[in-house]
């Protein structure tokens, strides 16, 4: 599967941002699909992730209430809504699938994910 992450760019704190992931190659909506983010000089983290179109959502402390992952299957097309965006936001955000099905629990975890977005980088200013 490929994966295309895009829709970065600079914004002010409080701002909202809408980062897209076009994937090819295989069937979308039976894949696990996640968000990752990487600060500058930091380990990559879980932003958010669900194994299928309508199964539970898994979303990291850090943006619960804030951000919203979403799929258009019929565009193979991964969404995050990103709102009231925070300067600690900043970092790049990579899209990531999986061809398993994981429990909700290890949906955290960027081992279970093969395939990578090449990123794209929102940074928030204060």
């Known amino acids: 599967v490929q994966l295309q992450a895009f829709g970065g760019g600079l914004v002010q704190a409080g701002d909202s941002l809408r980062l897209s992931c076009a994937a090819s190659?295989?069937?979308?909506?039976?894949?696990?699909m996640a968000w990752f983010r990487q600060a500058p000089g930091k380990d990559r983290e879980f932003v958010v992730g669900?194994?299928?179109?309508?199964?539970?959502?898994s979303y990291a402390d850090s943006v619960k209430g804030r951000f919203t992952m979403s799929r258009d299957n019929a565009k193979n097309t991964l969404y995050l809504q990103m709102n009231s965006l925070k300067p600690e936001d900043t970092a790049v955000y990579y899209c990531?699938?999986?061809?398993?099905?994981?429990?909700?629990?290890?949906?955290?975890?960027?081992?279970?994910?093969?395939?990578w977005g090449q990123g794209t980088l929102v940074t928030v200013s204060s």
């Open positions: 190659g295989r069937t979308f909506s039976r894949s696990t």
């Open positions: 990531a699938a999986s061809s398993r099905t994981w429990i909700f629990s290890a949906l955290s975890d960027s081992t279970h994910y093969e395939f």
């Open positions: 669900n194994n299928r179109s309508g199964g539970s959502t």
